[in-house]
């Protein structure tokens, strides 16, 4: 009985975790620039990390597996925003200014 | 670019030898534990990895300040809970905004003040706003972030500081 309840919620789990990789995906098509490109894509980074691998530690469950697996969420959560961040950083380096060459907004791009 | 380097309030060389002794440590319990396997090829790889880690740690600084130096607190638990709420909330407005039939963007960038924050709580700071989708932190210098957001709402929400004060309420003592 117990095993059903898991299942269920880790297969809803999954499926939206999916769902939001698939998105990120979409909107890193969409999006006009480097910047909103990168916005796009950490829906995928941190949302659909966080759901999938929970999805699966509900499938392990109390085992070492688990344990592996909330340790590499962890690090993935702390190790992304970081190659995030270099990435930024570097295209700004580059001369990938923020708001220049976005075209399809209403903000202070010149 | 590497501002550890230029502050050297290294601490005295027995101190760093035992910081170095407990990072090896620490990274040697890590691969047995994840690795569970005791093949001698295994061990080796494991050995060459902390040792390569153990190189590129030194070689960036990372023994120059105080090691060690994010402490966990229930605190700390706390926050998490916050920011996987946030995460989860501005996942759907960025969802909802990639999925419209017209991308309506207004992207902004602002220059948040970080400077009451220790270095450590503004990395906490800098990545907690990568991590939610619709913002992310382009530089951090001098005490201040540089921040771009996907919409307007979003600087708005990020220059009202909440995000500001909860992190700097994590170390509080």
Request: charged share 15%; with cysteine.
């Amino acid at each position: 009985m117990m095993g059903t309840v898991f299942d269920i919620a880790s297969w809803v789990l999954l499926t939206f975790g999916g769902l939001s990789v698939l998105i990120g995906g979409i909107g890193a098509l969409r999006m006009p620039d480097l910047f909103t490109r990168m916005h796009a894509a950490s829906v995928t980074d941190s949302l659909g990390a966080i759901l999938v691998l929970t999805g699966v530690m509900l499938q392990a469950g109390l085992t070492l597996a688990t344990i592996k697996l909330a340790a590499i969420l962890l690090f993935l959560l702390l190790t992304s925003p970081t190659a995030s961040n270099a990435l930024a950083t570097a295209a700004m380096l580059a001369g990938n200014k923020p708001g220049i060459d976005t075209t399809s907004n209403r903000s202070d791009a010149q | 670019m590497n501002p550890a380097r230029d502050n050297q309030t290294a601490p005295g060389s027995a101190g760093r030898l035992r910081a170095y002794l407990m990072f090896t440590v620490l990274l040697i319990a890590a691969w047995v534990l994840w690795s569970g396997m005791f093949k001698p090829l295994l061990l080796a790889l494991g050995a060459v990895s902390c040792a390569l880690v153990v190189y590129i740690a030194v070689r960036m600084g990372y023994f120059d300040s105080r090691v060690f130096a994010l402490r966990f607190n229930l605190r700390l638990l706390g926050f998490w809970a916050w920011l996987l709420k946030e995460i989860v909330k501005s996942s759907l407005e960025v969802a909802r905004i990639v999925l419209a039939r017209k991308l309506e963007l207004s992207t902004r960038v602002v220059e948040i003040d970080v400077s009451q924050l220790s270095p450590v709580d503004q990395v906490i700071l800098g990545n907690s706003i990568t991590l939610t989708p619709g913002t992310l932190t382009l530089d951090a210098d001098d005490g201040k972030l540089l921040v771009h957001a996907l919409t307007a709402e979003g600087a708005a929400a990020l220059e009202e500081g909440e995000m500001l004060r909860r992190v700097a309420a994590i170390h509080k003592d």
